[in-house]
């Protein structure tokens, strides 16, 4: 019996002590220092930082500056392997993706071209399944890499709006994104964080909201002396008993840079303790658009700033919360004296302070000003953390549980249709300061269906305002035209039976007419979009560069060409008749339009 209590607890010991173990050696292997270097042979230097706010998401790389340039070589950031390699017209553009032995992935998207045998596999892969955009997953290391090889050339290609490497490091397993500020790669700062406004939010009832700015510049605030960058706000703040929201606006800087950056976290004490917290550490890609609430959205709608809220709303589960037990409100008691403190964070670790003093007396204070409202009366309303639809005899529309982050009042009915291009009633499904998570299913019954263009039906987006309208997808199911709607709005069927157009291009950039072996070509769609973009070479299949953001198609003259430029020079030889070569450009849009036009190639050079 004794000798089994002690062998029990020497047990639970050994166990305690092996826990404690794994504990400290997950904690030391979470972020491995100087493990991966800059991708880049410069010092970092950054364009934009890890988790920046932008529209619909947080930003899930680094921007890595090119100083405006393309052509730089990329180099991997530490040994491993290429695990998945994804070209796209749109996005990431050209990326590659690499595995290494710690779990960890690093990404680099918006290459201008691959480098050695990187880019020899993908050529024979790109011509083995006539493809130009692909995505690939490595089952098995094929291609291996060692820290500081040349994978490719830094670019602008994808969805990027200037010449940029963006960098990412993920946990391979999880495929959760990283801040690599945490493995050690960080640019130099010392400038301080700064927030400019803090906002004081007031529920008053369900869809009212009152909000109060307080400006916090110099004029506004006394610094205290024995520190730099901690900061008091010169008024006593009023406020009457009730609940409270607070919310900032607020900025990294980074030397010799002008531009307003991400910052890292943010967090508010009330009378020392902790109300809210948001640290930008690691989140997953579905978690982005959370932004959509952890901002407050109607005001961004309105004003074009991101105030970051210090509560949250009842549908958002964003990762990357520390907060009280209401969700980052505080009630504030009558006859109280209070003080708010504000913490912001760059991801040098630069801090900023700044303290509110609160006085809440009994008194009813009419100090807010009504900025927004949520509601109106009579409006119906979709709630959170339920399935939400509206259905009638010819109209649907339907959310998912997680779709909404609070109460969406909305407005729903119908509008006169437009003459020519709608095929139905206009339906409104509105709100103007709600957004959805995820795309709603919408179905909307045609006035008539003619069996010919069945297949070119679509939904169409309308802009009240602008009397304008734009693809919104889907397609013709069951009676109906089904598809997705990723915002509240207008709706209605409309048709596309207008193929693209096809023009060649004379590029005067330098590259163009240095190298004269290419041709390019403008590619365009009226309406449904592009859907697929083929080029033949006296009915060879030929690899195209296509860039979405541009419109821009590239044939690179390769081995097709050289190939029948050969031959050519053959049948000149033998006198036989001559084949010139010609290349025929097929563009189909999204609802099967297609549009065709011949060039004639040069057959010597
Ligand atoms: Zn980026």
Redesign the pocket.
Known sequence: MWFNFFYMVKWKLGLLFVFIIILFETNAQNYPQNYFRYPLDSLPNLV?PFGGLRDNHF?????LRTNQQEGLPVFASADGYISRIKIQSIGYGKAIYINHPNGFTTVY??LQKYSGKIAEWIHNYQYKNQTFEFDYVFEKPILLVKKGDTIGLSGNSGG?SGP?V??EIRNTKSEKIINPTLFGIIPFDTFNPTIKKVFIYKFVSDGLLLKKELKIDQTHTTKLKEFTNVFVYNKQIELDEDQYGFGIEAYDYIHNQEDEKGIYEYSLKHKEKLVFKHTLNQFAFNESKYINTHIDFPFYKTEKVRIQKCFIDDGNEFSTYEINNEKGKIYLPANSLDTLKFEVIDNNKNTYILYVPIKVIIKKIDIQKITYLKSLKGEKAFYPLTKNSIKTKDFLFEIDAKSIYDTVFYNFGTLKPLQEPAQSTIYRIFNSSASLHKAADIAIKPYGINLKFQNKLLLAYYFKDRKDFRSAGGGFENGMVRGKASSFGHYFVTIDTIAPTIKQIFLNTEEAINDSLHYYFEIKDNFSGLGKYEGFLNNEWILLDFDAKSNLLTYHFDEVWKKQVADNKLSKLNNTAIIKPELLIRVTDKKGNVAEKSFEMPITF
Request: charged share 10%; aromatic share 8%; hydrophobic share 15%.
């Open positions: 934009s930003h899930s790389g680094m921007d998207g918006h990027s940029h963006h960098f």
